[in-house]
């Protein structure tokens, strides 16, 4: 009997030994997710304060449907704008470059692959996760999108001009640009890898319309963007 209890004491204290390693092994690793948790508050914090934010894009220009006859093209562009808590409100540019992939036909008939595109307008983004270094936003814009073509002649007359001079009279005009509104939605990611510059990727949906008097062939279509962005902005 009096070996069973030496055997059960001395069972007993490396299990003990090894109960006390275990709890402050198990501290140990709360403390150091404690202390990791309060670096990326100020952090996460420092994402949201920014109130002057830039931004530098480099991408592509992915035309749909009959627009495709325009081809995919570099663009180059860029943002300047406000953060305030979960949104962003940036003033947004890109311009795009090099010919068409196929001719088309001018209102004089002339055949021509000469392409010069941009946009500008307002852009809101709306941060709907942020886990670490990492953000993904929601956004939304608005603003004017421009088609150069070379110059040619076309005849765009109002009402008011035809009813008092007849579509013939109505002097013929020149132009080189064509104009449509820009409706764009989609999503950016940034990693933010110090606490006020970031790396991001942004793909958007833009629904534009190109036909015009300016030109015969149809151009109706969309298109896709998707831009690599480094960027950054100014602490309070």
């Known amino acids: 009997m009096k070996n069973l209890k030496y055997l059960i004491i001395i069972t007993l204290i490396p299990l003990m030994g090894f109960a006390q390693f275990f709890s402050k092994e198990k501290l140990t690793n709360n403390e150091d997710f404690e202390v990791k948790a309060q670096e990326l508050e100020p952090f996460n914090d420092s994402i949201k304060r920014t109130k002057v934010h830039w931004d530098l894009a480099i991408g592509t220009f992915i035309p749909t449907k009959n627009a495709n006859l325009i081809g995919v093209k570099p663009t180059f562009g860029g943002s300047v704008g406000l953060i305030h808590k979960q949104m962003t409100y940036d003033l947004t540019f890109d311009v795009r470059f090099t010919n068409t992939k196929m001719e088309y036909q001018l209102a004089d008939g002339t055949m021509t692959n000469h392409y010069l595109g941009g946009y500008v307008g307002i852009d809101i983004l709306r941060d709907i996760w942020t886990h670490n270094k990492n ?64 790396f991001g990727i942004r793909y958007k949906y833009n629904i534009v319309n190109y036909n015009s008097r300016k030109i015969l062939t149809d151009v109706t279509g969309n298109f896709h963007s998707i831009t690599l962005s480094f960027g950054g902005g100014i602490l309070d």
């Open 135 to 198: 953000q993904i936003l929601l956004l939304g814009g608005i603003g004017l999108d421009m088609f150069e073509i070379v110059p040619g002649e076309y005849r765009d007359p109002t009402f008011l001009e035809t009813l008092l001079f007849g579509d013939d009279r109505v002097t013929i005009e020149e132009s080189t640009n064509i104009f449509s509104s820009n409706i764009n939605i989609g999503l950016m990611y940034r990693f933010y890898y110090n606490r006020k510059n970031y």
